[in-house]
């Protein structure tokens, strides 16, 4: 079944441990996206990229990196986890470069740092 | 930042009844998106509405753009307990990004 699919489902990790968080489509989109959800504040965007090769920062950027070496896999990073970073993880993709274009989303990684 | 603002954050309501939640921002948007949400997965589009004053109809939910294109609406007639989810609104203002609404938990007791 075509879709998204990310890796792990759910994670504890110790505060100041590296963790990849795995993210893998097979819809040939171009654009990725990585979010987190948090109570009360809904999805918000942490990093994007537009094609193959390309990334940028969204609205909370800061303790995360990204990577795209290609079109099917787009990773996350927390290089030193910290508690605030305590939080479920969806990683998006779109078709094409219209922001009104559906977005399809993951399961969702839960993370927790203690 | 928080461009867009749900109301109500939560909802409870029996079967049958109707219900509205709304979508608000002080910024204009090019489209905005309605998504629903399931525990344990990701969200899932509903619709998109891209001009102001547009109406959209599916099924029982009735999607509204405001007429300057800030604000939203989601109508549900005779709400069944399969209508349980977290709402999600979504805007768009650029080329790539969505932002995303604080939410709406609906519950329709059966």
């Known amino acids: 079944i075509a879709g998204i699919t990310q890796a792990p489902t759910s994670q504890i990790l110790a505060a100041g441990r590296r963790m990849t968080l795995r993210c893998t489509q097979d819809?040939?989109?171009?654009?990725m996206y990585w979010y987190r959800q948090d109570l009360g504040l809904g999805l918000r965007l942490i990093h994007y990229?537009?094609?193959?090769?390309?990334?940028g920062k969204g609205e909370v950027p800061d303790g995360y990196s990204v990577s795209r070496a290609n079109t099917d896999d787009f990773p996350l990073t927390l290089a030193s986890a910290v508690p605030s970073q305590t939080s479920v993880y969806f990683c998006a993709s779109r078709r094409g470069a219209i922001a009104g274009d559906e977005q399809f989303f993951g399961p969702g990684t839960r993370l927790t740092v203690l | 930042t928080q461009l867009l603002k749900q109301s109500p954050q939560f909802l409870s309501i029996q079967e049958g009844e109707n219900l509205t939640v709304y979508c608000n921002s002080s910024s204009v948007f090019s489209s905005l998106q309605w998504y629903r949400q399931e525990p344990g997965e990701g969200p899932v589009l509903l619709v998109t509405v891209v001009t102001g004053g547009e109406v959209k109809k599916l099924k029982r939910l009735t999607f509204q753009f405001g007429d300057a294109r800030k604000d939203s609406s989601l109508h549900i007639t005779a709400a069944q307990p399969g209508d349980t989810g977290l709402y999600l609104c979504?805007?768009?203002?650029?080329?790539?990004?969505?932002?995303f609404g604080t939410g709406t938990r609906l519950t329709v007791i059966p």
């Open positions: 819809m040939r989109h171009n654009a």
């Open positions: 990229s537009n094609t193959a090769g390309t990334t």
């Open positions: 979504a805007g768009a203002t650029g080329a790539n990004n969505l932002f």
